[in-house]
Structure formats: C-alpha cells, structure tokens
C-alpha cells in the first residue's frame, strides 16, 4: 500500500526528525535542510539552500566525496549506508569537525534525479565508546600489573628467603646444642610454611594473569591417585584416620590429562580432608562413565568424616583468602587459596569442582571432568592376565573400617577369590574356630579391642589345638606410624602392607604367602642421606610442590630455586650432594646451568645431577646425559621412579666425598700381585716412596723461593706420579693443587698447599710403615 499522509504531513515530519535530513539536486546544490540539520550543522536552511553540498564536508574529504557521489549517482543502486564501521566526517558553520553516520539514497523526481541523506552526530557515542575502550585497556592494564607485581614480588621474597632456607639447613648441619637446634628447626619450618604460601600466590597470580596452562599426555589414572595418597599417608601421622581408595574396574586406565595438576588438586583436596579430620575416614574414589568414541566422563571424589562445613559457607570456600573460620587457621594453618586454586585448575581441565557437606558429618567434594583414554585398557585389567593365579583361593578379610572392607572383598572378588570379611578379632576367630577353611587371611592391625598383631597370635593358638593343618598364611595391614612391633611381622605375618592397599602389592603379597614363598620385603623408607642436601631446581610451583612432597615422603628435605641462575647462586653457598634440575626453565634452562656446574665444581664437591623433563622425547635423555647430567627422571616424576635415582646418586656422592684413605690397600695388593706376591720387591718401591718424597719436598719449597712457577709444577707433576704409584691418595689433591698453582705461577698460594702436602706425608708414611710390619 502507498503512503496515504499527504505532503504536506511529510515534510512536517521531515522537519522535525532528529537526524539531519539534507537533499540535493543532480548539481549537488541544496534543496532541502530540515532543523535536525539546521541543530547538528549550526546553519540556517535559508543560508544553505542553494549551496553546494561541498559546505558541509570538510575540505580535505572534498574529493574524495565527490568521486563517490558520482560513483553512487551512475550505479544500479539505489540506497546505501555510509560510515557504516568507521564514520564519515562532516563540517560545521563553524568549521568544527564531527564524526557522522549516514545513509544516503536516490530518487527520480520530475525535475531529475534527488539525493537524500540521512545524518546522525555520532561524536557522543565515539568518544563514550572511545572513554569505555580506555577504561577498559586501563583496568586490563592495571590487572596486568598487579599480576606481573605478584610474581615479581614472588620471586623477590622468594630469592632472600631461599637464602634463610639453605642458610639454616646449613647451620643444623654444624654442631648445635639442643636449644640451638631447636629454634633453628623453627626457623627452618618457618622458612619453609612462608614459601609454600608465597608459591601458592604465584600460583594464583598466574591464574589471574591468564598464564596458567595445562599439558595433555598420557596418565595412569591408578598411579596418580596412588601417588597423590602417598603424599599424604604421612599427614595422617598418629590420626586415628583410614585412608583408602577405590577405583571403579570400569574407569580407563590410561587417560590424556595433565598428571601434575590433577595430582595438585587431589593433593589440595585430601590435605585439606585430612587436615580438617579427627577420626574416622578419607577415602579417595574413582568413576567413569564412557561418552562417545574414547571420551569418558571422570569423577573423582574425596570425602571424609571431619568437621564439615555449614550449608551458608559452602560457596564461600572457593574464594581466594577465605576460610570457614579464621579461628580455624590458627588451629589447622592454611592460606584459603587451595581450594580457589583447585577449581580454577578444574576449570582449566574443561571441568568442575564441587562440595556437599554437613556440619559435624563430613565433606565431600568431587572433581568433575572429561578425558579422552589411551587406548583400551581398564583400571580392572591390572594383573587381569594373572589374576587366575588368586581365582578360587578362599581369603579371610578382618577390618573395623567398613569402607576398608567393602574396598578389599570387592578387589578379592575381581581376582576371582571367596571372599569373607569380618568387622573384628572375635568374629574373625568365631570364623577360625569353627572350621571355615581360608587360604590365607588379611588383618588390620589398629582394631578396637584386639588388634591385628593379637589377633594372630589368637589365630596360631587356636591352629594349634586343631587337627595340624598347616598354618593360615596372614598378611598385615598397617597405616604409616601404626607400626606393628618389632618383629612381629617376622615370627607372625607373610608380609605387612601400607594402607591404602595398592592392588598390585596386594596381589604380589597374597600370591607369595599362599604359595609358601615369602614376598620380597617391602622396601623400608630410606633414612635420610647424612650430609648429603638436596637442591630442586623447577620454576613451575605445581611441580616444586610435588617434588618437594614426594621426596619427603622418602625421609628428605630439600631446597627449591626457580632457575638455573638461582641453582647456581645456592651450589656457591652450599655444598649441594644431589641436585634435581628441570630442563627448561626461565633465565637459566637446566642443561646450561649443568654445563656451567660441571665446570665450576669437580671432583669431591662435584653434585649428582638428575634431569627431570615433561617432554620425554627421544632425544632428551642424550641431550642431558651429555651436558653432563648423571640421571634422568621422565616428568611427572613419580615416587618410585624418584626413590631408586635418588638412591643411586646419593651413594655416588657418598662414596664420592668419603675422604681417600691415607694409602689405599687396593692398591698395595695391586702392587704385590705385580710383584708376583714378592713381598721384597714391595718392600722396595715403599722404601723409594718414602726415601724420595723429602727432596722433591724440599724442591718445591726452594721453587716457591725462588717464585719459579715452571719448576714448581714440573716437582709436583713428578710427585704425583709417585703418589699414584703407592695409592697415597689423600697426597693427591695438595699435590694437585700445587702444580696448578705453579702453571699459573701463583707460587703465593702455594706455601699452604705445600704444608698440607706434607703433613699428608706423614700420614702416608706412617700407614706404609704399618703396612710393612
Ligand atoms: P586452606 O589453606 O585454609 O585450607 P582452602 O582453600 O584449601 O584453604 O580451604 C578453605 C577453607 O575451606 C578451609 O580453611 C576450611 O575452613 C574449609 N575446608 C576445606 N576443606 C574442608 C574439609 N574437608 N572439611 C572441612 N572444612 C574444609
């Protein structure tokens, strides 16, 4: 339908539109400026009507306007908008610029062809977009630099309180009374709760700069919720608290995630369920649920039953720096940043982390997330090829912990064994008494009433006034820091297991005691290495905190630096024995610090290096072993991989550093075999040794005279093969010394070489005169 106002009614409406409506003829002279012209460009109709459109365009837009128009004018279109994204510009009466929107369109009229366009002021919303842009820029500025200060100050704090750190395990090595000890310990500890807070704002620092990422490869889902409890059994120290873990047989074996983090976030969670638990239970626990192709849904949950959290708090905990009760932090510590942590890393892993909880009963939190498994294999399939071995075999289960039971029967059910559980000794030796046949039995060793050293014993009583079958083969199961007596484990139990149970140790321990063939013993903790420190060179704060855990779970203490630079400036301090050094780090990679190391320190204060590297790629380990590490340790770097490196270079360095024995009877026994067991040829290259050392003594002292470098060193080089040849090995070194010296001719350093060179004369001496007699 047409319009039906009459022309008169349009031009009124024309008129008093908001937006400048100007129009002009096929000359681009002006025909028509209504007042939101009039208002927006400062000119009267009466003075532009018959004007030029050119008046009301800036000059240096002139042109270019005048190109388009005839462009628009011969086209096939018939409307267009102008400064659709940018803006066009326009001009005012007073020769002020404004940025503009504007539509332009062509009609044919009677007289011609007619330009209309339609303008809007748009300076307004520019600059309030403009003042919103900068605001903007401002605060991500500012964010920004509060980020980039939080590390910055990080790091600051960090490298003095390094200093404090490395200083006192410096000083708890030297000769302390106890009440020396003691407040160093405490400063120690101090030292170190200071750094876990500030690596744990450095950690959320990152978060909020957006910096934090996430690795995807291949983890053993069993081996991380493993490794992440045996982080925390120590923890659980003398708390009456089971710890136990259930896996789903469903749940893939292997899963692409990041291991290190996912084990942060377990570790956060059951630190956190541990801390806050008096008595009763912490139990880890594992389901999947397939998806489409290799997706699976995961959950994992960690629930104890400590002191629970009110229902009005329950969001609140999330938050960075809070805290149920701030009372709370005096008795259990904490910053209230694990848990904001741990849901910013389960949103970084594309999941969710949430809590239910009641006062008094408990909590209960739960990581939510999607992973893709490698390959086929299910958490169910460990020893599924074996476990026909244990199929049909009859196992007494005996625990007061319902949990612990139920965890047990459902693992002896899926390796196809009877399984009977018994919630305490006497139900257990109801079972025994009355003829119930087992093949073997698993105890736990803290029940109320008898506990499960008793309760064997009870059970060998009651075999022996039965009709002589052979013994029940029993296993014990012990928290760490229950330990059974002394001795116990020998004359009673096939072998004793740490809760929680792992299956495969479990499975390797049930097969042995039935088939009569004792398990090789559980390896004890090794004690820690005296004299020996540890230096942990890693910029990533997830994985300092990891390592610095799993080793001490291994009895050690360590130092942690962020780079090689920093690992450098400790070595110069500190004698560090063994160093675990990350490959890539900022400022200074490990392999550059290694190269760097092995050129400052030889010898007996030459460190054992382990490279720790998250890309384990074929080349690597070359890469490290030829810049002069010792070791490699794939990352993430898991307990037992961390135990047996750890081991090896620490009895390296011990060895290392073991002073030389004044002569080495190796040696000497290398010498008479030469000798054809001839012990007077022996005799005489003794008495050579012991007759030539004085003179060539004695040169050395008139070639540092004389300050005659060359003839210093020629004497030393000769002494030293003297030296070499009887094995008067601490010799060695003062002798060393003094040829270098002599080389660089520095014979002013050399008197107390040479001292030190004979008294260990006199030292070889004397031992060679033994020797002989
Ligand atoms: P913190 O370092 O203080 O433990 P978190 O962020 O880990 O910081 O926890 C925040 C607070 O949440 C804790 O201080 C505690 O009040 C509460 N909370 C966390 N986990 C539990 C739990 N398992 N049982 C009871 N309270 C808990």
């Known amino acids: 339908m047409k319009n039906t106002l009459s022309p008169e009614q349009l031009a009124g409406i024309l008129e008093i539109a908001?937006?400048?409506?100007?129009?002009?003829?096929?000359?681009q002279r002006i025909v028509f400026f209504n007042q939101g012209a009039e208002r927006i460009f400062g000119w009267r109709a009466a003075e532009v009507i018959g004007q030029e459109l050119a008046v009301l365009i800036p000059p240096r837009f002139r042109a270019g306007h005048g190109r388009h128009m005839a462009g628009f004018r011969s086209g096939e279109q018939q409307a267009r908008n102008m400064g659709e994204r940018g803006a066009i510009y326009a001009v005012r009466k007073d020769g002020s610029e404004f940025p503009a929107e504007a539509s332009i369109s062509r009609s044919h009229t009677a007289r011609g062809w007619l330009m209309t366009a339609?303008?809007?002021?748009?300076?307004?919303?520019?600059?309030?977009?403009?003042?919103?842009?900068?605001?903007?820029?401002?605060?991500?500025?500012?964010?920004?630099?509060k980020s980039m200060f939080l590390a910055n100050m990080s790091h600051e704090i960090r490298?003095?309180?390094?200093?404090?750190?490395?200083?006192?395990?410096?000083?708890?090595?030297?000769?302390?009374?106890e009440e020396q000890r003691d407040y160093t310990e405490t400063i120690r500890h101090s030292g170190e709760a200071l750094l876990a807070i500030i690596n744990d704002l450095l950690d959320y620092s990152k978060m909020e700069a957006g910096r934090l990422d996430i690795e995807r490869h291949p983890v053993d889902l069993r081996r991380c919720v493993e490794d992440a409890l045996d982080l925390l059994a120590p923890a659980v120290g003398g708390k009456d608290i089971e710890l136990a873990c259930v896996i789903e047989p469903e749940a893939p074996a292997t899963i692409l995630a990041d291991a290190a983090r996912l084990r942060q976030v377990l570790v956060n969670l059951l630190s956190n369920a541990v801390k806050f638990t008096r008595q009763g239970e912490v139990v880890v626990e594992v389901a999947a649920a397939p998806l489409e192709g290799q997706r699976h849904a995961l959950r994992i949950t960690v629930r104890d039953s400590g002191i629970g959290i009110p229902a009005h708090r329950l969001d609140d905990i999330f938050e960075s720096f809070t805290q149920v009760d701030p009372s709370t932090t005096r008795e259990y510590g904490g910053t209230g940043l694990g848990l904001a942590i741990s849901r910013r890393l389960a949103a970084i892993m594309g999941g969710a982390l949430s809590v239910e909880s009641r006062l008094g009963a408990g909590s209960r939190f739960t990581l939510a997330f999607e992973a893709e498994a490698v390959g086929a294999g299910l958490a169910r399939d460990l020893l599924q090829d074996r476990s026909g071995q244990l199929a049909g075999r009859r196992l007494l289960i005996v625990d007061d912990n319902a949990t612990n039971r139920r965890i047990l029967v459902r693992q002896a059910l899926l390796w196809g064994m009877e399984a009977v559980a018994a919630a305490s000794a006497a139900e257990a030796l109801d079972l025994v008494r009355h003829g119930q046949a087992f093949d073997a039995a698993i105890l736990d060793m803290h029940m109320p009433e008898m506990n499960g050293e008793q309760l064997a014993a009870e059970i060998r009583r009651a075999e022996g006034q039965g009709a002589g079958l052979p013994p029940l083969p029993l296993l014990l199961l012990?928290?760490?820091?229950?330990?059974?007596?002394?001795?116990?484990?020998?004359?009673?139990?096939?072998?004793?297991?740490?809760?929680?149970?792992?299956?495969?140790?479990?499975?390797?321990?049930?097969?042995?005691?039935?088939?009569?063939?004792?398990?090789?013993?559980?390896?004890?903790?090794?004690?820690?290495?005296?004299?020996?420190?540890?230096?942990?060179?890693?910029d990533n704060t997830v994985n300092q905190k990891v390592v610095k855990q799993l080793l001490r779970h291994l009895g050690h203490r360590a130092d942690i630096v962020a780079n090689g630079v920093e690992a450098l400036e400790a070595m110069e301090r500190q004698d560090y024995g063994v160093i675990l050094m990350d490959m890539q780090m900022p400022e200074m990679d490990g392999i550059e610090a290694t190269r760097r190391l092995r050129r400052r320190f030889r010898g007996a204060s030459a460190p054992w290096i382990i490279a720790m590297t998250a890309n384990a790629l074929p080349g690597d380990r070359e890469r490290c072993l030829e810049a002069g590490m010792d070791a490699y340790l794939p990352k993430p770097v898991v307990l037992e991989e961390l135990r047996r490196a750890?081991?090896?270079?620490?009895?390296?360095?011990?060895?290392?550093?073991?002073?030389?024995?004044?002569?080495?009877?190796?040696?000497?026994?290398?010498?008479?075999?030469?000798?054809?067991?001839?012990?007077?040829?022996l005799e005489e290259v003794i008495a050579a040794f012991l007759d030539g050392v004085p003179p060539l003594l004695a040169r050395a002292g008139q070639a540092i005279d004389a300050a005659d470098g060359p003839l210093l060193a020629a004497t030393a080089h000769y002494l030293l093969s003297s030296i070499d040849c009887v094995g008067a090995g601490r010799m060695r070194v003062p002798c060393l010394n003094l040829e270098l010296l002599g080389k660089a001719d520095n014979v002013e350093g050399a008197r107390a070489e040479l001292a030190a060179l004979a008294r260990e004369f006199e030292g070889a001496r004397e031992a060679l005169r033994a020797y002989l007699s």
Request: hydrophobic content about 50%; aromatic content about 2%; some cysteine.
């Open 118 to 145: 339609i303008l809007q002021d748009i300076s307004e919303r520019q600059a309030y977009e403009r003042a919103l842009e900068a605001a903007k820029e401002k605060a991500e500025a500012a964010m920004q630099a």
């Open 646 to 681: 750890l081991a090896a270079g620490i009895g390296a360095v011990a060895v290392r550093r073991r002073a030389p024995e004044a002569v080495d009877p190796a040696r000497l026994r290398e010498l008479r075999g030469a000798a054809g067991g001839n012990d007077g040829v």
């Open 159 to 177: 490298t003095p309180l390094n200093a404090v750190i490395g200083m006192t395990s410096l000083l708890l090595n030297t000769g302390l009374d």
């Open 478 to 538: 012990t928290s760490l820091g229950q330990r059974a007596r002394a001795g116990a484990v020998d004359g009673l139990f096939a072998a004793a297991l740490n809760k929680p149970v792992k299956p495969a140790a479990l499975f390797e321990a049930l097969l042995h005691a039935m088939g009569g063939a004792r398990p090789a013993p559980v390896p004890e903790l090794p004690a820690p290495a005296a004299g020996i420190d540890i230096l942990v060179a890693e």
């Open 18 to 27: 908001d937006n400048a409506i100007v129009c002009t003829d096929e000359a």
